[in-house]
């Protein structure tokens, strides 16, 4: 009797060792490493907010800035509904970088459903408390429980800065790349491509829907899909020319906002 009771205490043991050492290592795995950002020099971030804005809405629209100790604040208060900043962290990839600026704006109704997220998720990260992956999930969570809403109506997002550092694909690629690809966002709650037609091999041509989210959430749940229009090559050579001076006040701020062959 003796000699069963031995190995089943010992692989008792021998599974309580292994949970306590996996929850060990979870929990290291998990430290709210590197969490702080670097301030942008405030000139230089409103700048490059309000690029992502088309020039004649640019004077009446509401600028966040971020405070890396706390969260995004309003620097300037408009009045037409639209408001812009520069995000530093994007959720999905449930990663802490410092490599992250992409300029982006929101009508009234983006910066009713769609901006909240940013605004809750530099809180949390600026706050040090959090991981990375425990932001990836409280997001996720409050999406399921209807927190954060779709957006209810069509709307847009401008992106038309004449530069972003951000991710080019779904969540589950880490490469992050700097590209000129000035482009226009409409709101596309839970579309897919299939829905309109685009990217039957595998290449993009034309208009296309990203939804980060739904690689997460599934097909069709993610409520923050877009269908993304590209500024054309005259639009776009015109906004690179235009914005000659913030490019170069960017790239001297950070060597990161240089863009390398095969910019889009």
Do not use: C
């Given at each position: 009797m003796n000699n069963i009771i031995r190995p089943v205490k010992m692989y008792r043991r021998a599974l309580f060792v292994l949970v306590i050492l996996f929850t060990s290592i979870q929990s290291f795995a998990q430290k709210p490493a590197d969490w702080e950002l670097e301030k942008m020099p405030v000139n230089l971030e409103t700048s490059y907010a309000l690029s992502a804005l088309p020039p004649q809405l640019r004077k009446d629209a509401t600028v966040y800035l971020l405070d890396p100790k706390k969260g995004y604040y309003v620097a300037h208060k408009g009045s037409n509904g639209f408001i812009c900043f520069?995000?530093?962290?994007?959720?999905?990839?449930?990663?802490?970088?410092?490599?992250?600026?992409?300029?982006?704006?929101?009508?009234?109704?983006?910066?009713?459903?769609?901006?909240?997220?940013?605004?809750?998720?530099?809180?949390?990260?600026?706050?040090?408390?959090?991981?990375?992956?425990?932001?990836?999930?409280?997001?996720?969570?409050?999406?399921?429980?209807?927190?954060?809403?779709?957006?209810?109506?069509?709307?847009?997002?401008?992106?038309?800065?004449?530069?972003?550092?951000?991710?080019?694909?779904?969540?589950?690629?880490?490469?992050?790349?700097?590209?000129n690809g000035p482009h226009y966002m409409f709101y596309a709650p839970y579309l897919t491509n299939e829905d309109i037609g685009n990217i039957p091999d595998g290449k993009a041509d034309g208009p296309v829907v990203i939804n980060p989210g739904a690689t997460l959430l599934g097909k069709r749940k993610g409520p923050y899909g877009y269908i993304i229009l590209l500024a054309g090559e005259t639009e776009k050579a015109k906004i690179i020319a235009t914005n000659k001076e913030l490019l170069k006040q960017l790239i001297a701020y950070k060597p990161y906002f240089k863009s390398g062959p095969g910019s889009m």
């Open positions: 520069v995000t530093r962290t994007e959720w999905e990839w449930a990663e802490f970088r410092k490599d992250i600026a992409t300029a982006i704006s929101y009508d009234a109704e983006g910066a009713r459903v769609i901006f909240p997220i940013y605004e809750d998720v530099a809180t949390m990260r600026a706050s040090g408390k959090f991981t990375a992956l425990q932001i990836k999930n409280i997001v996720l969570d409050r999406i399921k429980k209807g927190t954060y809403k779709a957006p209810a109506r069509p709307g847009i997002s401008y992106m038309l800065a004449p530069v972003m550092r951000t991710y080019p694909g779904d969540p589950d690629k880490h490469n992050v790349m700097t590209m």
